[in-house]
């Protein structure tokens, strides 16, 4: 299946979880995401420290919501909670479902799928190929930028210099480096085009792609059934 679809199948149905206010149709869509998670286990230890935080957070964010509306909406307690409770159970489901998306999809191949289809319209506009090549650049390399800052944090450690671990120490240990971060990084990008230039960026008018990830029939056909679909289970649910 092609990137773009996949990631329009999940937001659909993202979609769907936040609009079943029915409780049968909720439950439903758990044990779609209870299915999904069960073929998807080989994620399951990447996806749990993703989602730790959203366990305090939700109840937490969860009891705030009932408590306000308790105070200015004079619904009944019986009623204002099942109400957040249904609230915070699709907000739950959504985010580990989202979040599991994240972790089975990189990024860089939906860019790589954007640019098949770009390059399949025969389209030739400068502009939105840079915005693409932006964009590429910018997953490819964000991530050793985060390990050399990771690297200097346990220099640090190694050298058992005396950090502490209060916010505003931690904003005056980043204002400190964030200077010679930029500079290295802006050696880095020189570097890059000047790769860039000897490989003839910019004399050709477009640019090819490799793997191409074609937009196949199938996919059209998924991506224009599925919303039938759930529009129809949410019309006679």
Sequence with gaps: MNPIS????????????LLSTNIYLLFGHIILVIIIFFYKRAFW??????????????????ILFFLISWIFLFRPISILFIDVFIATIRLFTMISLMNL?????RSHSLLIS???????????????????LFFEMT???????????????????????????TNMFKIINIAKFLPDFILLNLERTDNILDNMSMRGYGKKNRRSIFPF?????????????????????????
């Excluded at 996949?6 to 979880?17: K, N, P």
């Excluded at 690297?151 to 210099?161: D, I, N, V």
């Excluded at 196949?216 to 949410?234: E, V």
Aim: charged residues 15%; hydrophobic residues 45%; glycine residues 2%.
């Design 6 to 17: 996949r990631l329009f199948l999940y937001i659909i149905f993202s979609i769907s979880i």
């Design 45 to 62: 230890s990447e996806w749990w420290r993703n989602i730790k935080p959203y366990i305090i957070y939700l109840p937490l964010s969860g």
């Design 101 to 105: 998306y994240t972790i089975e999809s």
């Design 114 to 132: 954007i640019r098949s289809i770009w390059f399949s319209s025969g389209l030739n506009m400068r502009w939105a190929d840079r915005i693409v």
């Design 139 to 165: 997953l490819r390399f964000f991530p050793s930028i985060q390990q050399d800052w990771n690297q200097t944090q346990r220099s640090q450690k190694a050298l058992a210099l005396n950090i502490q671990n």
């Design 213 to 237: 990830l074609e937009f196949t029939t199938f996919d059209i056909i998924i991506c224009f059934l599925t919303p039938i679909c759930i529009m129809g289970i949410h019309y006679f649910f």
